[in-house]
């Protein structure tokens, strides 16, 4: 695609980049059909382990949708990524995610997630002080970020709210939290216009099967333990994915630059509550399964160190201010995604055999840049 009428979106390729980038072009698995926009989407992204183009498939080939293959470090790529397709907006989901892999790789969370911010609030920089006119009045940053920058929450505290300190606990909370604040201060320093969205836990289709809910579905299906860290008591605000998605629109289209929008559906669930839910889900639509009832295969595991033992969202700003709610209950997106895992065996094999990372190498190896 070349021209201007398009967003350049970061790490769309993994779980909730998928999700809002099918949902902006109408192709979302659990969505009406009808697009968010008829704005196209550049798609910069490494394709790591956490980035499966099966999730794309939908819109694969598609008129208004292009891969670029890259690293959000390489700083002449995303230079040369916004120049040759002069996007409206940027919408960062690239990152390292998963808090076990940080604590024992931090690494890679350090360079994604800081260096990389750095990089493209670098290039931004550089892209929006050439911009004139309306393309500069209307470009936006958004930095996509998630709740465990605040730290951990005793059992009667306040929700997080947009005021509550950073006190990150985890090396990917940590990296989190560094990379809002070089956000801030390129709103501050250099006036890009960023907007901060800090999100609760999601969880819907494509989600990769190392986090919670699809680590327990994919385990469940298999019959093999279902491992639940500690007492199971650490609480969580679960967040339908496309819920994040749209709040994510509605950031983009009306917040207010430099601010931060909290994101939460006020769902409030043990780790136990919720595997257990899943058992239960699965014993209903599964009543056949040798596995049945699926409780059975709960076993407790040593704790995670350092866990963050609940978080909350007050997301009464983003409520009031730009008119977004959450639409799914937590019982209802819970079973639309089992649903969604139990309906497509081909994705998890896909992703649980690793065959989509010889695909990925094979197709793109260590190739990247903007397709000639
Ligand atoms: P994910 O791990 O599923 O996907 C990350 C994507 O980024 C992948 O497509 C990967 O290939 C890509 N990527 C990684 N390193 C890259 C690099 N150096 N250059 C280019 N692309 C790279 O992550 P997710 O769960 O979809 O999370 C997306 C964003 O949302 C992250 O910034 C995360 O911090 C934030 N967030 C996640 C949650 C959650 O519950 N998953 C909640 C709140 C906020």
Same mark, same amino acid.
């Given at each position: 695609?070349?021209?201007?009428?398009? +967003?350049?979106?970061? !790490?769309?390729?993994?779980?909730?980049?998928?999700?809002?980038?099918?949902?902006?072009?109408?192709?979302?698995?659990?969505?009406?059909?009808?697009?968010?926009?008829?704005?196209? =989407?550049?798609?910069?992204?490494?394709?790591?382990?956490?980035?499966?183009?099966?999730?794309?498939?939908?819109?694969?080939?598609?008129?208004?949708?292009?891969?670029?293959?890259?690293?959000?470090?390489?700083?002449?790529?995303?230079?040369?990524?916004?120049?040759?397709?002069?996007?409206?907006?940027?919408?960062?989901?690239?990152?390292?995610?998963?808090?076990?892999?940080?604590?024992?790789?931090?690494?890679?969370?350090?360079?994604?997630? +800081?260096?990389?911010?750095?990089?493209?609030?670098?290039?931004?920089?550089?892209?929006?002080?050439?911009?004139?006119?309306?393309?500069?009045?209307?470009?936006?940053?958004?930095?996509?970020?998630?709740?465990?920058?605040?730290?951990?929450?005793?059992?009667?505290?306040?929700?997080?709210?947009?005021?509550?300190?950073?006190?990150?606990?985890?090396?990917?909370?940590?990296?989190?939290?560094?990379?809002?604040?070089?956000?801030?201060?390129?709103?501050?320093?250099?006036?890009?216009?960023? +907007?901060?969205?800090?999100?609760?836990?999601?969880? !819907?289709?494509?989600?990769?099967?190392?986090?919670?809910?699809?680590?327990?579905?994919?385990?469940?299906?298999?019959?093999?333990?279902?491992?639940?860290?500690?007492?199971?008591?650490?609480?969580?605000?679960?967040?339908?994915?496309?819920?994040?998605?749209?709040?994510?629109?509605?950031?983009?289209?009306?917040?207010? +630059?430099?601010?931060?929008?909290?994101?939460?559906?006020?769902?409030?669930?043990?780790?136990?509550?919720?595997?257990?839910?899943?058992?239960?889900?699965?014993?209903?639509?599964?009543?056949?399964?040798?596995?049945?009832?699926?409780?059975?295969? =709960?076993?407790?595991?040593?704790?995670?160190?350092?866990?963050?033992?609940?978080?909350?969202?007050?997301?009464?700003?983003?409520?009031?201010?730009? !008119?977004?709610?959450?639409?799914?209950?937590?019982?209802?997106?819970?079973?639309?995604?089992?649903?969604?895992?139990?309906?497509?065996?081909?994705?998890?094999?896909?992703?649980?055999?690793?065959?989509?990372?010889?695909?990925?190498?094979?197709?793109?190896?260590?190739?990247?840049? =903007?397709?000639?």
């Amino acid at each position: 695609m070349s021209g201007s009428n398009c +967003i350049l979106v970061t !790490g769309g390729t993994g779980f909730i980049g998928s999700n809002f980038v099918l949902d902006w072009m109408g192709a979302g698995p659990t969505t009406s059909g009808k697009p968010t926009s008829d704005t196209g =989407i550049i798609n910069l992204d490494l394709l790591t382990y956490a980035g499966n183009p099966a999730n794309l498939a939908a819109i694969e080939g598609r008129p208004g949708y292009t891969l670029v293959h890259g690293d959000i470090c390489d700083a002449t790529l995303v230079a040369e990524t916004l120049d040759r397709y002069q996007p409206k907006a940027i919408v960062h989901f690239a990152a390292e995610s998963h808090v076990d892999r940080s604590i024992v790789g931090p690494e890679a969370f350090l360079k994604t997630n +800081i260096d990389g911010t750095f990089t493209l609030l670098n290039a931004a920089r550089s892209y929006y002080e050439r911009l004139t006119g309306e393309k500069k009045e209307n470009f936006r940053f958004l930095h996509v970020s998630t709740d465990e920058v605040y730290g951990t929450l005793g059992p009667h505290d306040p929700a997080f709210h947009e005021k509550t300190p950073y006190a990150p606990n985890s090396p990917y909370a940590a990296s989190k939290a560094s990379s809002d604040h070089l956000v801030r201060a390129w709103v501050h320093t250099y006036k890009l216009p960023c +907007i901060i969205t800090n999100c609760s836990n999601n969880y !819907g289709p494509f989600q990769f099967p190392e986090k919670l809910i699809p680590l327990m579905i994919t385990h469940a299906l298999n019959g093999k333990p279902l491992p639940v860290y500690g007492d199971g008591q650490q609480i969580r605000d679960w967040l339908y994915v496309s819920d994040h998605a749209s709040a994510l629109v509605a950031v983009l289209e009306r917040g207010r +630059i430099g601010e931060t929008y909290n994101v939460g559906g006020g769902n409030q669930r043990s780790n136990l509550a919720v595997v257990e839910t899943i058992c239960a889900l699965l014993d209903e639509l599964r009543p056949d399964s040798k596995f049945a009832p699926h409780s059975q295969l =709960i076993t407790y595991v040593k704790d995670r160190p350092g866990h963050d033992r609940r978080y909350a969202i007050d997301a009464r700003k983003i409520e009031s201010e730009l !008119g977004w709610t959450a639409s799914e209950s937590f019982e209802t997106g819970l079973r639309k995604t089992v649903e969604w895992y139990l309906a497509n065996p081909g994705w998890i094999e896909n992703v649980t055999s690793g065959a989509y990372q010889q695909w990925v190498q094979k197709n793109y190896g260590d190739r990247t840049g =903007i397709a000639p």
